[in-house]
């Protein structure tokens, strides 16, 4: 037996197949799983070894796929894992070329299974009698296993095992092999001859593509990731994500936009997780300025409470893009009309500006600073530094790394404590009327009351379907360094180290780089949406932490996460 992959010049006659079948769950996307596999080693026109094993499973079976394959739950208990067999399988299919009826299928299966437990796929040659039949017995319109091998005279007795299959198809193989050779040489000529035929003509504008127009889309996996389109130079024309990267990709070509028709080519990078996704296309997207990529209006309803520190007397606004430059951001917050509401109780309670960024000078105090809500810098008698104090003040209360509304209610206590102590009880009771409405404003108000900037820390965004981790470093609410997340806990805390060297700001709050904005709000808003494993940046920089991180990841079941 040959050993690594057979080459593209090896002479077709001479080479060695692996006819395999495989039998699944009946489930789509991540959940379809590998129950069964046949294989079935072919040479000199002849079937020689046969390989068989039931494999079992994460999840239970239908009663409908028990029916129709005849695997039930209990053959499926007492199978031996996929790390068990799949390790035999390559092995076997070392220096061979892989076959299948529908090949594209039973070879997603598989490449799927071995992602499943991080084996690395072979990725052999592979020959699909479906094409060969549809070129090479052109009569027979019924192309499914069981019809085919009729037509060619080849008995079958049971289907939907594995190996019966495995043996059906590979006498099926064996009566079109002379065809193939006699129209091939080489095992490059073969697999080319039978791939898809395509079309060179544009597609005509509002006409979607057929699958012989499109491009090859068999080899994305149905994970999270990065799909790049781009045209017959290679050029991007458009960016996307997916946590299924196949399915979304073929989205597409149902609803034809106008670069679909110039897309003869796409690639894909992986990801672990929805939020490497995210993080990804977005930089794609800023570096390459795909033209398919039109920069959309945020619709998800999240929004910041902002203050721009680029002025003398900085003011509380409400906006869907957190501020740049040197500013505080405190959220993503759910709830525009909420969001609004608590900036201008906190523009009253602080004394702060209620106008706009642009101040008007005043010969008198505005209304507001006729009730003393306002210290009225705009009579041009005020101090900044005592502005600038009671802004802090207020935004002091959101600059730690929990959330800060317990904080904001316990200011407005402690305010009205005191009041009752001076003995002024009007105040008192107008700050217990405040304290009352603000408590109203948080309840309805969602996400995270919190800057954007506070609490560096090591986040692990888990796979959809797998144990598998991104791993993001943030540090003032950049991600300074992201990627698979490191088994060994010295590289996590050692990256962990070097990310609070790089990202350490010299005076909080950072300033915030304007082609970073995105970014920022991406990362904010998935992590007030979803539940992720945190950690502490300054713990994650102790080896013995990392560890201990990495161990709750471990013990973390399929659906379970720490929580922030």
Same mark, same amino acid.
């Given at each position: 037996?040959? #050993?690594?992959?057979?080459?593209?010049?090896? %002479?077709?006659?001479?080479?060695?197949?692996?006819?395999?079948?495989?039998?699944?769950?009946?489930?789509?996307?991540?959940?379809?799983?590998?129950?069964?596999?046949?294989?079935?080693?072919?040479?000199?026109?002849?079937?020689?070894?046969?390989?068989?094993?039931?494999?079992?499973?994460?999840?239970?079976?239908?009663?409908?796929?028990?029916?129709?394959?005849?695997?039930?739950?209990?053959?499926?208990?007492?199978?031996?894992?996929?790390?068990?067999?799949?390790?035999?399988?390559?092995?076997?299919?070392?220096?061979?070329?892989?076959?299948?009826?529908?090949?594209?299928?039973?070879?997603?299966?598989?490449?799927?299974?071995?992602?499943?437990?991080?084996?690395?796929? %072979?990725?052999?040659?592979?020959?699909?009698?479906?094409?060969?039949?549809?070129?090479?017995?052109?009569?027979?319109?019924?192309?499914?296993?069981?019809?085919?091998?009729?037509?060619?005279?080849?008995?079958?007795?049971?289907?939907?095992?594995?190996?019966?299959?495995?043996?059906?198809?590979?006498?099926?193989?064996?009566?079109?092999?002379?065809?193939?050779?006699?129209?091939?040489?080489?095992?490059?000529?073969?697999?080319?001859?039978?791939?898809?035929?395509?079309?060179?003509?544009?597609?005509?504008?509002?006409?979607?593509?057929?699958?012989?127009?499109?491009? $090859?889309?068999?080899?994305?996996?149905?994970?999270?990731?990065?799909?790049?389109?781009?045209?017959?130079?290679?050029?991007?024309?458009?960016?996307?994500?997916?946590?299924?990267?196949?399915?979304?990709?073929?989205?597409?070509?149902?609803?034809?936009?106008?670069?679909?028709?110039?897309?003869?080519?796409? =690639?894909?990078?992986?990801?672990?997780?929805?939020?490497?996704?995210?993080?990804?296309? @977005?930089?794609?997207?800023?570096?390459?300025?795909?033209?398919?990529?039109?920069?959309?209006?945020?619709? $998800?309803?999240?929004?910041?409470?902002?203050?721009?520190? =680029?002025?003398?007397?900085?003011?509380?606004?409400? $906006?869907?893009?957190?501020?740049?430059?040197?500013?505080?951001?405190?959220?993503?917050?759910?709830?525009?009309?909420?969001?609004?509401?608590?900036?201008?109780?906190?523009?009253?309670?602080?004394?702060?500006?209620?106008?706009?960024?642009?101040?008007?000078?005043?010969?008198?105090?505005?209304?507001?600073?006729?009730?003393?809500?306002?210290?009225?810098?705009?009579?041009?008698?005020?101090?900044? @530094?005592?502005?600038?104090?009671?802004?802090?003040?207020?935004?002091?209360?959101?600059?730690?790394?929990?959330?800060?509304?317990?904080?904001?209610?316990?200011?407005?206590?402690?305010?009205?404590?005191?009041?009752?102590?001076?003995?002024?009880?009007?105040?008192?009771? #107008?700050?217990?009327?405040?304290?009352?409405?603000?408590?109203?404003?948080?309840?309805?108000?969602?996400?995270?009351?919190?800057?954007?900037?506070?609490?560096?820390?090591?986040?692990?965004?888990?796979?959809? #379907?797998?144990?598998?981790?991104?791993?993001?470093?943030?540090?003032?609410?950049?991600?300074? =360094?992201?990627?698979?997340?490191?088994?060994?806990?010295?590289?996590?805390?050692?990256?962990?180290?070097?990310?609070? $060297?790089?990202?350490?700001?010299?005076?909080?709050?950072?300033?915030?780089?304007?082609?970073?904005?995105?970014?920022?709000?991406?990362?904010?808003?998935?992590?007030?949406?979803?539940?992720?494993?945190?950690?502490?940046?300054?713990?994650?920089?102790?080896?013995?932490?990392?560890?201990?991180?990495?161990?709750?990841?471990?013990?973390?079941?399929?659906?379970?996460?720490?929580?922030?």
């Amino acid at each position: 037996m040959g #050993t690594g992959m057979a080459p593209p010049e090896q %002479p077709l006659a001479s080479s060695e197949f692996l006819v395999v079948d495989t039998e699944t769950n009946g489930r789509s996307g991540d959940e379809c799983e590998l129950t069964e596999v046949g294989a079935v080693l072919v040479g000199g026109g002849e079937l020689h070894e046969r390989f068989e094993s039931l494999v079992s499973t994460y999840m239970p079976l239908s009663r409908g796929i028990e029916r129709f394959t005849g695997i039930t739950q209990a053959m499926i208990e007492t199978a031996p894992p996929p790390a068990e067999v799949l390790p035999e399988l390559a092995r076997r299919m070392q220096g061979r070329i892989l076959v299948a009826h529908n090949a594209s299928f039973d070879r997603r299966v598989l490449r799927q299974a071995f992602g499943r437990e991080a084996l690395e796929w %072979p990725d052999p040659p592979t020959l699909c009698t479906v094409s060969m039949a549809r070129r090479f017995a052109p009569l027979v319109r019924q192309r499914k296993l069981a019809a085919l091998a009729a037509a060619l005279g080849v008995e079958v007795e049971t289907t939907h095992r594995a190996l019966v299959d495995a043996e059906t198809c590979a006498q099926v193989f064996c009566a079109l092999f002379p065809r193939l050779c006699a129209a091939a040489a080489g095992v490059a000529e073969a697999t080319a001859l039978l791939e898809p035929r395509r079309r060179a003509r544009r597609t005509e504008p509002g006409r979607a593509r057929s699958r012989e127009e499109r491009p $090859d889309l068999s080899a994305l996996p149905e994970d999270p990731g990065v799909y790049v389109f781009g045209d017959a130079r290679g050029r991007p024309l458009y960016v996307g994500k997916s946590v299924s990267v196949r399915s979304r990709a073929r989205s597409h070509f149902c609803r034809p936009a106008g670069w679909t028709g110039r897309a003869e080519v796409v =690639d894909y990078r992986p990801t672990r997780s929805e939020l490497g996704a995210l993080v990804l296309e @977005n930089r794609l997207i800023k570096a390459w300025s795909p033209p398919g990529n039109v920069r959309l209006r945020h619709t $998800d309803g999240w929004v910041y409470l902002r203050a721009r520190l =680029d002025i003398d007397y900085p003011v509380l606004d409400v $906006d869907p893009e957190p501020a740049p430059g040197r500013a505080v951001n405190v959220g993503p917050l759910r709830g525009r009309s909420a969001a609004a509401e608590l900036a201008d109780q906190l523009n009253s309670l602080f004394g702060l500006r209620h106008c706009g960024r642009t101040m008007k000078r005043r010969a008198h105090p505005s209304l507001y600073g006729q009730m003393g809500r306002c210290l009225s810098p705009c009579l041009g008698d005020l101090d900044p @530094n005592l502005y600038r104090r009671r802004l802090d003040s207020a935004l002091g209360l959101f600059g730690a790394e929990d959330d800060g509304r317990d904080r904001l209610l316990a200011h407005v206590e402690a305010q009205m404590r005191a009041a009752s102590a001076e003995l002024h009880f009007e105040r008192a009771a #107008t700050l217990h009327r405040r304290h009352e409405r603000l408590a109203g404003v948080l309840g309805r108000l969602g996400g995270v009351l919190r800057a954007t900037h506070a609490g560096a820390r090591l986040v692990a965004a888990r796979h959809p #379907t797998r144990p598998a981790y991104d791993a993001f470093w943030l540090v003032a609410g950049r991600v300074v =360094d992201w990627g698979p997340l490191p088994t060994d806990a010295g590289e996590l805390a050692a990256r962990a180290t070097a990310a609070l $060297d790089r990202g350490r700001p010299e005076a909080a709050p950072p300033p915030v780089p304007v082609a970073e904005v995105d970014e920022i709000r991406i990362v904010s808003a998935w992590l007030a949406s979803h539940e992720a494993a945190e950690l502490p940046l300054e713990d994650a920089a102790s080896e013995s932490a990392a560890a201990g991180f990495l161990g709750t990841l471990e013990r973390a079941g399929p659906q379970e996460s720490a929580s922030r």
